[in-house]
C-alpha cells in the first residue's frame, strides 16, 4: 500500500470525488484508508449512566484505490514511485519529483 498515515489524499471518485484530506488511520489488510472529512457516517449513541444520548458523525473507511495522493506543488493528485537514495528506498511523487517522506 503507497498511501500512509498523516499523507494529504485527494479522492478521485465516488461521492466524495475531489475532496482532499489527510489520512487518519491505514487498514492495509482490508485495504481501505480512513480520510478526514470522507465519507462521514451518522452514528447514534445509546444512553448511559455516565453519558448523554448523542448522533455522532464518524468518518468511515474507503478503498485506497479510490484515493491518490495530493501534491502540493502541481496541486493535483500524482502517482506515488519509489527510489533508492542515500541506501534508504523512499516514495517519490512522479509529477513534480518531489520526495514524500
Do not use: C, F, W
Not at 62 to 86: F, Q
Amino acid at each position: 500500500m503507497r498511501i500512509k498515515k498523516d499523507d494529504t489524499v485527494v479522492v478521485i471518485t465516488g461521492k466524495d470525488k475531489g475532496k482532499v484530506g489527510k489520512v487518519m488511520e491505514v487498514r492495509p489488510k482490508e485495504n481501505r484508508v480512513v480520510v478526514e472529512g470522507v465519507n462521514v457516517q451518522t452514528k447514534h449513541q445509546k444512553q448511559t449512566r455516565d453519558a448523554a444520548a448523542e448522533i455522532k458523525h464518524v468518518e468511515g473507511p474507503i478503498d485506497a484505490s479510490n484515493v491518490m495522493l495530493y501534491d502540493a506543488k502541481a496541486k493535483k493528485a500524482t502517482k506515488v514511485k519509489y527510489e533508492i537514495k542515500d541506501d534508504k528506498k523512499v516514495r517519490v511523487a512522479k509529477k513534480t519529483g518531489a520526495v514524500i517522506d
